[in-house]
């Protein structure tokens, strides 16, 4: 299996990969005579959400990666726009109620501007300053939670905050 990186100085034929909903209403990615139902993954750097976005199927194996979706077709560039819409929601954490650990998971209560939500985290993951500022914290299941100015929080969600940020 070869992997096509859209964007990659040199690579020949990277322009060949168009996106698609199909009936079944899942993402394919297609590529020459190779076509696959896939999923979006976002890469690092998490500061820049919109670029180097991974396209893998349902073993998780990697059939593309898009460097920058202005690189793609516009038909393409829409549908690959409402699937990480679809996958990728980021909840604006706006109060921590609590953060209690057990073995190996630490749970997490907040308030978000979506409204509340329960989630876990691995013990050993720790909320990560961003460049712009804030801090980011990924889930187990991969959902990401921000804090845009962990200052702005009342006393108590900021203490349990603190507890876990260098």
């Known amino acids: 299996m070869e992997l096509t990186v859209l964007g990659e100085p040199g690579i020949e034929g990277t322009d060949a990969l168009t996106l698609e909903r ?7 990615a297609v590529r020459g005579d ?13 500061s820049d ?16 990666l898009v460097r920058d979706p202005a690189e793609l077709d516009a038909e393409s560039r829409g549908v690959l726009e409402a699937a990480l819409v679809a996958a ?4 604006a954490i706006t109060r921590v109620v609590a953060i209690d650990e057990e073995v190996e998971i630490r749970h997490w209560r907040v308030e978000t501007r979506q409204g509340t939500r329960t989630f876990q985290t691995r013990l050993d ?12 914290i990924r ?5 990401l939670y921000h804090l845009p100015d962990p200052t702005t929080l009342d006393r108590k969600s900021r ?4 507890a876990f940020v260098d």
């Open 22 to 28: 199909r009936a079944d209403g899942r993402l394919w």
């Open 139 to 143: 889930d187990v299941a991969g959902d």
């Open 88 to 91: 990728g929601f980021v909840f």
């Open 34 to 46: 190779a076509a696959r139902a896939v999923w979006v993954r976002r890469c690092f750097p998490w």
């Open 49 to 64: 959400p919109e670029r180097f976005l991974s396209l893998r199927d349902d073993a998780e194996e990697e059939f593309a």
């Open 125 to 136: 993951d720790w909320p990560r300053p961003l460049p712009h500022g804030g801090l980011l």
């Open 159 to 162: 203490a349990l905050v603190w």
